[in-house]
């Protein structure tokens, strides 16, 4: 849910500054990063002070801007084959996609 949050915002960003497609792809979104400073942020939980800090998009490439996120590529696997790609869906993961 979290990661279908973060795909509506940067949607959402796109749409109001004039991008008009029927359909976005992480191609798309990555160009945001720069403009939002995306990769200079993380979160922590201060409830648990043991966790380290997330930083769910230091490490997005233009490059491959899908498969550099690696819980966007959890998310997305899941989404398509659940049976297959349940392992993916790790705690981790669910964090990561919650600070983003």
């Not at 949050?5 to 945001?32: P, Q």
């Not at 995306?38 to 490059?63: G, I, K, N, T």
Request: proline residues 5%.
């Amino acid at each position: 849910l979290s990661a279908t949050e973060v795909e509506m915002h940067w949607r959402g960003i796109l749409v109001a500054n004039g991008c008009r497609k029927s359909s976005f792809t992480t191609n798309d979104y990555v160009k945001l990063a720069n403009i939002l400073l995306l990769r200079d942020y993380s979160v922590s939980f201060h409830r648990y002070p043991d966790m380290p800090p997330f930083a769910p998009f230091a490490d997005w490439d233009e490059a491959k801007p899908s498969q550099s996120l690696r819980w966007y590529v959890a998310y997305h696997s899941v989404k398509h084959d659940r049976e297959g790609e349940f392992e993916r869906a790790t705690l981790a993961h669910g964090f990561e996609a919650v600070a983003a």
